[in-house]
């Protein structure tokens, strides 16, 4: 049973920086496209951050040069560090797992979600 559990949501000011974390069990992401989604009130589910296996990642604009993913293969874990955070990027933040080393084919599994909350 594949389980993505993630961490490290909270209250942050603006300018301040946060770093999820997405814990996999039964799954290994070092074979398949993992990303970062996240979602505010009232507006649609939103990619932030995808990498493939071929080592490509790609990051929404809005969030271009203050975002990074990463992973630790040991841990089987995912992370998203989050610097200069604004206002706008107070949303609940996903990590997603697909079923292909490349992206662009959907996403299988889902963690829960961590709430970020960045106050101006």
């Known amino acids: 049973q594949v389980q993505l559990v993630e961490s490290g949501g909270g209250s942050v000011q603006a300018g301040g920086s946060l770093r999820l974390s997405c814990a996999a069990f039964?799954?290994?992401?070092?074979?398949?496209?993992m990303a970062w989604f996240r979602q505010s009130p009232g507006k649609e589910r939103e990619g932030v951050t995808f990498i493939n296996r071929g080592g490509a990642t790609t990051y929404a604009n809005s969030v271009k040069g203050r975002f990074t993913i990463s992973e630790d293969n040991a841990k089987n874990t995912l992370y998203l560090q989050m610097n200069s955070l604004k206002p706008d990027d107070t949303a609940i933040y996903y990590c997603?797992?697909?079923?292909?080393?490349?992206?662009?084919?959907?996403?299988?599994?889902w963690g829960q979600g961590t709430q970020v909350t960045v106050s101006s």
């Open positions: 039964g799954y290994d992401i070092s074979n398949y496209c």
């Open positions: 997603a797992a697909a079923r292909t080393w490349y992206c662009g084919d959907g996403f299988t599994y």
